[in-house]
């Protein structure tokens, strides 16, 4: 009785996995066929891993409370992983460029509020009411592929959008900090490294030069 009761739950979680994996083969089709369409606007070849989406989500969860906003949320890799830290799907704002992927975080995340728009016009495509009202931002904008005056228009367009405590957290595939923290007055401060990605990444926390920088929890 108590054999048949655990084999039955282990064709189940097997059944699970199966259906994960093809959701997540799925998702890693769907990110391709965007890069083949738009490269550099992708930056990447596949979306974040688990690992890195992981480390990310933890750390938007932390401590702050309040709406959350994503930018570049691709196929919904940091944006599954955020929810999982325990950030509520309702306080999520999501800015994606691609309305092919937005289509897609819609159907993930049907509670988050999506908004196919362009970055640089961050402030004028957010509920008004929003502007200048998140404590913590996610970034997955390519910024290294950008020219510099539009990665510089999307921080000055973030730094709007951000209350005067509020954190930036971005990540890269480069050793060095993808933003001039000086251009933009903001403290910077490399919060994690995840070598179990593709590539290999880090993770830098900004937050407005005046606003004491916090410890990671
Ligand atoms: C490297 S992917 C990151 C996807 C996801 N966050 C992840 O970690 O797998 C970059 C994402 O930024 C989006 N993007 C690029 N330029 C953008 C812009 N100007 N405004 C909004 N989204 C943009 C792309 O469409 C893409 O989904």
């Not at 039955?8 to 965007?34: C, D, G, P, V, Y």
């Not at 599954?80 to 897609?104: D, K, S």
């Not at 367009?157 to 971005?170: H, N, P, S, V, Y």
Request: hydrophobic content about 40%; some cysteine; aromatic content about 4%.
């Amino acid at each position: 009785m108590a054999g048949g009761r655990g084999l039955r739950r282990s064709i189940i979680r097997m059944q699970e996995s199966k259906t994960a994996k093809r959701s997540r083969l799925a998702e890693h089709a769907l990110f391709l066929k965007q890069v083949i369409r738009n490269p550099r606007a992708m930056g990447s070849i596949v979306p974040s891993t688990r690992y890195l989406s992981r480390v990310i989500g933890r750390l938007a969860a932390t401590g702050l409370r309040g709406p959350v906003l994503e930018i570049g949320a691709g196929t919904g890799s940091v944006t599954r992983a955020m929810i999982h830290a325990g950030i509520a799907p309702e306080q999520l704002h999501i800015v994606e460029l691609n309305r092919g992927l937005c289509r897609h975080l819609q159907q993930q995340f049907p509670q988050a509020t999506v908004i196919t728009a362009d970055a640089t016009r961050l402030s004028a495509c957010l509920p008004p009411e929003m502007v200048g009202k998140y404590r913590m931002v996610v970034s997955g904008l390519p910024l290294v592929n950008m020219p510099r005056e539009v990665s510089e228009a999307i921080i000055d367009e973030i730094k709007t959008c951000m209350t005067a405590d509020g954190r930036l957290l971005q990540f890269t595939y480069l050793p060095f900090s993808p933003l001039s923290e000086s251009r933009h007055a903001l403290t910077a401060r490399r919060i994690a490294w995840v070598l179990r990605n593709v590539p290999p990444a880090t993770v830098w926390q900004y937050q407005n030069a005046g606003a004491a920088l916090e410890e990671p929890a």
